[in-house]
């Protein structure tokens, strides 16, 4: 998220001293257990981009479970979702661990350990109940609140607030639960939905995907309400597009990431487009794409590096229905918001 | 390469105008033969870093030669060798072409393409001809005019100079040929090495393995003969290895490049040391150790890395040498250059 974004809209700028500390159950025992089962000789971990930092001590806690001939290895590749596997890693370790996000697809070959936060949703659920417009709302929450779900929905039914909820796609794993590129979930028949969660990530998308609801946000870590906008947002992408408009010549990136995969979409577009390039790439960072020196992308990978990275980058970079505006294709207030919907 | 680094030594801060522009000859016929003879649907072209601008022009080229289905693709990821082979696209293309680099290892698997610079190194030798000192020269020279290399010597050896040349090691391809983290070509019975070829990348490293031979640069890109100087790389790494004596957690870093797997170094480093964690990484950058926040750092990997743009980084980055040398393994004079002999 570029630092202009971030000072607008990210409670981590607002100087708020946290209400509650997040602590994490590794489940360590269950991955000694694996080791054991698998009589394996070498562990991989993948942690996601915040808890980096916690790897050196998870991996000392591991190693006292584990016969001292096991070599634990921690993955150092960016990793910002479950669509974002270490496959290197995977090839390369007999038990492979990724923690803190829930699996988009299960696999024997991958061990998921969830983080379910240990925060009390309660008290600020109660300050964002009075902060509700309608009688029917719809309820969503991230990876690490789903385990409290039941007791969110029964916290507003028994204050006379009718619940609509649905579990998104196969994209995902619980009822109720957004990704950042996947908010299927608030597509229910409410014209309010509360979302209970940290951080402004995730409520704005659900703005942007759902711009006829009103998003009201519980955020128990930063303990504060508020309302998503997406007026900036919408700002943002409307230059990024204008930006595009003279571009000659496009790269349009395709992702090796597991869950990031849209390769029919970047060989069509490429396919209709004499001066399109295919690049193909695994992290998309501002110095990769100045090295390549087109003059505009299309990022058919995950869609968060686009809308909100993109105005680190020296060139416009869009989603695929952005660039269809940008080429005359669509209509310019036909913008919407670019998720995955069941693409693994 | 630091910007500091860059601003004292490198000579793309000259001002000077090139003598000659660099025309490359990309082979697209033998591309297109290897397409057709496989009956291929995919291509992947994979470029070094300073030709990466090239690729869509060579990509048009190329899909002039082909039949409309076949899908060309271009590897965005970072690629400064051919240590660094793009494995994913490998495992994607039928047809895997590698441009710049002479092969470490040959394999039916890739098209190497060795980009063969059109500048006349005549001059310039002639000019650095009469700046040497000594009657019997060692003579190196990069990938790009090894095949001028036989003109070189006679060239030399016309005007009465004993010519000591070499090929390095199973990891070179070519008589006298250097590469960044190799200089055993250099390894002659010669106190001073003349070097052909642009840029003082190569010859500071030759410098620092050879820190008993005198270097003369005979640079036909820039059109300047120099002499290369160690002394302030030499500065720098005593200042890397000074910063990490007092680390208390170290990240022994391992790359998952297919020329550059040091691994069982790296196992055994963390093995002998309970503060320390091994990472497993491809490209290693800044923020990605800064994410991991150990204390100081010690880089398997390619050790230009670690060396050129260690200073870049915000935490110290060892070679494995420097390591033992910072925990007092090794006396801080034994410092030497890190370099890969035969590995793979």
Not at 66 to 73: E, F, Y
Not at 189 to 197: I, N
Not at 294 to 322: I, K, M, S, W
Request: proline share 4%; with cysteine; glycine share 8%.
């Amino acid at each position: 998220m570029s630092q202009d974004e971030r000072s607008d809209g990210d409670l981590r700028n607002t100087g708020m001293r946290l209400r509650y500390d997040r602590e994490w159950d590794y489940e360590l025992d269950r991955v000694a257990a694996a080791v054991s089962e698998r009589d394996a000789t070498s562990v991989g971990l993948q942690f996601p981009e915040g808890l980096k930092r916690s790897a050196g001590g998870v991996a000392d806690d591991l190693r006292e479970l584990l016969p001292t001939d096991v070599t634990v290895r921690i993955s150092g590749q960016p990793c910002y979702g479950a669509c974002d596997l270490d496959l290197e890693m995977m090839r390369r370790t007999e038990v492979f661990v990724h923690f803190g996000h829930s699996p988009m697809k299960e696999s024997s070959d991958v061990i998921y350990v969830p983080l379910f936060s240990n925060v009390d949703v309660e008290p600020i659920m109660a300050e964002a109940a009075s902060e509700l417009e309608a009688d029917t709302v719809g309820l969503v929450t991230t990876a690490q609140h789903t385990h409290h779900f039941d007791e969110m929905r029964e916290f507003l039914e028994e204050r006379g607030v009718s619940v609509r909820t649905r579990k998104g796609d196969e994209r995902l794993t619980h009822e109720g639960q957004v990704l950042g590129c996947n908010y299927a979930s608030a597509d229910v028949d409410a014209d309010e939905v509360l979302y209970v969660g940290g951080g402004k990530f995730h409520p704005v998308g659900l703005g942007m995907e759902h711009p006829d609801k009103r998003v009201v946000i519980a955020d128990p870590i930063n303990n504060v309400v508020t309302e998503a906008t997406t007026e900036q947002f919408e700002k943002q992408r409307y230059a990024a597009i204008h930006s595009a408009m003279d571009a000659e010549t496009w790269g349009i990136i395709e992702s090796t990431k597991i869950g990031q995969r849209r390769w029919d979409l970047a060989e069509d577009l490429v396919a209709d487009n004499d001066d399109a390039y295919l690049i193909t790439l695994d992290e998309i960072t501002p110095d990769r794409l100045r090295n390549l020196g087109y003059d505009a992308y299309v990022n058919t990978a995950c869609p968060r590096v686009t809308t909100d990275d993109g105005p680190q980058f020296h060139e416009p970079l869009l989603t695929p229905q952005e660039y269809r505006i940008a080429i005359g294709e669509e209509p310019i207030d036909a913008l919407s918001f670019d998720t995955f919907h069941g693409t693994w």
